[in-house]
């Protein structure tokens, strides 16, 4: 008897797919810098809002929403085509043992991306337990998806010498963001304690947006920003997988 079918997912070319990585780094990065902006040029407290602080003020939350539904609708396909791409690979290197991370990376990325695009629409001075929520799954599940990636680079470069500067910028970038990520949980408790929830309080001085006054949480936004650029640089390494496992 033969075993169940695998799924075949409709594939994009490798150049295709090099630039709907750099299209989605670049407006994941362009949303930073125009959502910042604009922030800053409304006269708001330029040191240093959270990223989220920047969709409760007009001037600026049009970026944040526009990038981030655009962002998240491009991963999803992204995530796909490289389920798609390491599934071949792992068919052709049996013994790799990616089959079950490549599946769990893919959901996470995708469980991810619509988050993403739902936090776009979920202002968190309106809606802030949702919105954390909803914060919590982007960036563990991005972290997720970061983390099994390297373990799947790793896992090349053991079969393919030739992988070996992907695993190395990859894991790079996984633990500087690994230490962003722990960096903005430190600054936070230290403001909110153990619940690590950002205080509604805070929302007084984001929609006055001139003084957002707490030291702890502006490095807490600090390592915030740098953990998404982090995570932005882990997507970047993908053009470099895709010329790798177009070869």
């Known amino acids: 008897m033969s075993g169940p079918a695998k799924i075949v997912l409709p594939t994009m070319s490798s150049l295709a797919t090099r630039r709907l990585v750099k299209i989605t ?3 994941q990065i362009a949303t930073l810098l125009l ?3 604009s922030w800053v040029l409304d006269g708001c407290d330029p040191f240093i809002p959270f990223i989220s602080d920047t969709d409760t003020n007009p001037a600026s939350s049009w970026a944040f ?3 981030l539904t655009l962002t998240g609708a491009l991963m999803v396909p992204l995530a796909l085509q490289f389920f798609q791409m390491r599934r071949k690979w792992g068919d052709r290197n049996k013994g790799s043992g990616i089959e ?6 893919t959901i996470s990325a995708i469980i991810s991306a619509i988050a993403t695009i739902w936090i776009s629409y979920t202002p968190w001075h309106q809606q802030m337990e ?5 914060a919590r799954v982007i960036f563990g599940g991005l972290m997720i998806w970061a983390i099994l990636s390297t373990v799947i680079a790793h896992r090349m470069k053991e079969a393919d010498v030739r992988f ?3 695993f190395l910028n990859r894991k790079n970038w996984t633990i500087f963001s690994l ?10 408790f230290s403001y909110a304690g153990v619940s690590l929830a950002i205080p509604e309080g805070h929302m007084d001085t984001v929609l006055e947006c001139s003084d957002l006054g707490h030291p702890s949480l502006s490095v807490a936004a600090f390592f915030e920003w740098s953990m998404v650029l982090g995570l932005a640089g882990v997507s970047y390494t993908g053009v470099q997988e895709t010329h790798l496992l177009d070869e």
């Open 25 to 27: 780094v670049t407006i």
């Open 179 to 188: 230490i962003c990520l722990i960096g903005l949980a430190i600054s936070v």
């Open 65 to 67: 929403t526009i990038g």
């Open 100 to 105: 079950k991370m490549n599946l769990i990376a």
């Open 35 to 37: 959502s910042y902006l």
């Open 164 to 166: 070996s500067p992907l």
């Open 130 to 134: 949702l919105h954390m929520i909803q």
